[in-house]
């Protein structure tokens, strides 16, 4: 069983918020963060194709340090920051 929980968030405090505002879609799909190291998080995303958001528009993130293609699921680009 699956379950999916929506929540709308507007904090700019917190990652990925900004990115989402500037998306048509205004939308990003977090699927999974976890802690690397006790200061790196580290986040798997999914956006819309028609958003076309590249890893340097994710890199140019201030809570961003470093993206990486995934592939693709459910007909979303997945990426890791």
Same mark, same amino acid.
């Given at each position: 069983m699956t379950l999916t929980t929506e $929540? @709308?968030?507007? /904090? *700019? /405090? #917190? *990652? $990925? @918020? =900004? #990115?989402? !505002?500037s998306l048509p879609s205004n939308r990003v799909e977090c699927v999974h963060g976890f802690c690397h190291e006790e200061n790196a =998080? %580290? $986040? %798997? @995303? /999914? #956006? !819309? *194709?028609?958003?076309d958001v590249s890893g340097d528009d994710l890199s140019a993130l201030d809570e961003v340090g470093e993206t990486g293609p995934l592939g693709r699921a459910s007909g979303k680009d997945v990426r890791i920051a």
């Amino acid at each position: 069983m699956t379950l999916t929980t929506e $929540f @709308v968030i507007r /904090s *700019p /405090s #917190l *990652p $990925f @918020v =900004r #990115l989402a !505002e500037s998306l048509p879609s205004n939308r990003v799909e977090c699927v999974h963060g976890f802690c690397h190291e006790e200061n790196a =998080r %580290v $986040f %798997v @995303v /999914s #956006l !819309e *194709p028609s958003d076309d958001v590249s890893g340097d528009d994710l890199s140019a993130l201030d809570e961003v340090g470093e993206t990486g293609p995934l592939g693709r699921a459910s007909g979303k680009d997945v990426r890791i920051a």
